[in-house]
């Protein structure tokens, strides 16, 4: 397993160790004392996965009070996945991070508490897995607009994206009260 340190130091790229053969692959997703020593100490309160369509745009999700980090793997397809800090008083507050993760590479990211997330499907489908540290509690949902100028997300792509309506109705940060953002905790 190796580790790989993003542009914002608390994401983290980690590449599982995959054995794979005429078969297929197997691929350890989640062990504890691993991960643990990579400094994801959080435990999971639920799974979920996603299937989405060439050209969907999921995100930019984050919940709060009750924050949720996140371990994503993708199991089929690509995906262009990205971090946003929106920790106020981060010295990186506002800026993002992004990778591709898909089921060839078997890379996973992982978006811990105070970073919104979001991603678009780059291969013709895409099934997501995603562990969460937290449960998910609907008044606690918020959405930061993908686009959102201050952000400057070089998403891949030139059609507009299919978004939710939710994610379209979503805040501009520049826009969201101080208050309804986590606070940065050095």
Known sequence: MELV???LPEVLLIKPQAHQDARGFF??????????????KDSWAQDNV??????VLRGLHFQFPRMQG???????????????????????????VSVRLSSDNLHQLWVPKGFAHGFIVT?????????????????DERSLLWNDPQLNIPWPTEATPLVSAKDKAGKRLADIAPSSLPLFEP
């Open 27 to 40: 691929l350890e997703s989640w062990q504890k004392q691993r991960y643990e020593a990579f400094g994801i």
């Open 123 to 139: 291969s013709s489908t895409a099934i997501v897995s995603y562990k969460a540290s937290e449960f998910y509690y609907p008044e």
């Open 50 to 55: 996603s299937c989405s369509s060439h050209g």
């Open 5 to 7: 340190k993003t542009d």
């Open 70 to 96: 996140k371990l994503i793997t993708v199991l089929q397809g690509e995906i262009f996945d990205v971090a946003v800090d929106i920790r106020r008083g981060s010295p990186s507050f506002g800026k993002s």
